[in-house]
């Protein structure tokens, strides 16, 4: 079944700073790849996703590029705010199937 | 328009008891999938549930079995609990590519 790696499991940045954070998987049959964050207590929200057939996608802030040779797709954040501080989620699916998701990134945005 | 929504919020059970947690889909949404998330970890598949039959399953023991009802909402039984079931159960609906979680089921065995 599919693997889906995340990197790294915690990230500090400044207020202001770009975030990124990397993902891996193993099954090249994936063709979509979500992004999740999840505040403290919450459930999983989706903030970003993406197909195969895209390379990159953005949203405000947010973008999420893939390397489908690679196997490997990153979510990156822009001027980083106290308020995306959570912990972010990965994910992959092919078909019909259902998500795999990373151990997820604790990212904390210092003031 | 309601999303989707778990009942109860809080469970507490002890070893070799039985739980029942319950789902219901965003409006619209046919498809309900389960998840458990340990503390710590990322969401793990458990099974999904489409047309009231269970469609997929991930790597969970018998323990673990489901329902789907004709209006799509579903229920997710685990029986003889172990103290490693305690987690947080997530429910999933599915609208194209898009899955959306509900609030989850806090599971703690004692």
């Known amino acids: 079944g599919e693997n889906v790696e995340q990197h790294p499991s915690t990230l500090s940045v400044q207020e202001g700073d770009s975030a990124v954070i990397k993902c891996t998987y193993s099954?090249?049959?994936?063709?979509?790849f979500p992004w999740y964050k999840q505040e403290l207590g919450k459930r999983p929200q989706l903030i970003i996703d993406?197909?195969?057939?895209?390379g990159e996608k953005k949203d405000q802030r947010i973008a999420v590029t893939l390397n489908k040779t690679a196997k490997h797709f990153s979510l990156h954040i822009t001027e980083t705010q106290p308020e995306d501080s959570a912990v972010y989620f990965c994910?992959?699916?092919?078909?019909?199937?259902?998500?795999?998701f990373g151990t997820g990134t604790r990212l904390t945005v210092i003031p | 328009d309601a999303g989707v929504t778990q009942s109860p919020t809080h469970l507490i059970k002890t070893r070799g008891q039985q739980v029942t947690l319950r789902c219901s889909p965003k409006?619209?949404?046919?498809?309900v999938s389960w998840y458990q998330q340990a503390l710590g970890q990322g969401p793990q598949f458990i099974f999904q549930?489409?047309?009231?039959?269970?469609?997929q399953r991930g790597n969970f023991p018998d323990r673990f079995s489901g329902h789907q009802f004709p209006n799509y909402s579903s229920e997710l039984n685990v029986n003889a609990l172990l103290l490693g079931d305690s987690a947080l159960y997530l429910c999933?609906?599915?609208?194209?590519?898009?899955?959306?979680f509900g609030p989850g089921t806090r599971l703690t065995v004692l």
């Open positions: 409006s619209g949404h046919d498809t």
């Open positions: 999933a609906s599915r609208w194209g590519n898009t899955q959306y």
């Open positions: 549930y489409y047309e009231e039959e269970e469609r």
């Open positions: 099954d090249s049959a994936s063709n979509y």
């Open positions: 994910a992959a699916r092919s078909g019909a199937n259902n998500l795999f």
């Open positions: 993406i197909r195969s057939n895209v």
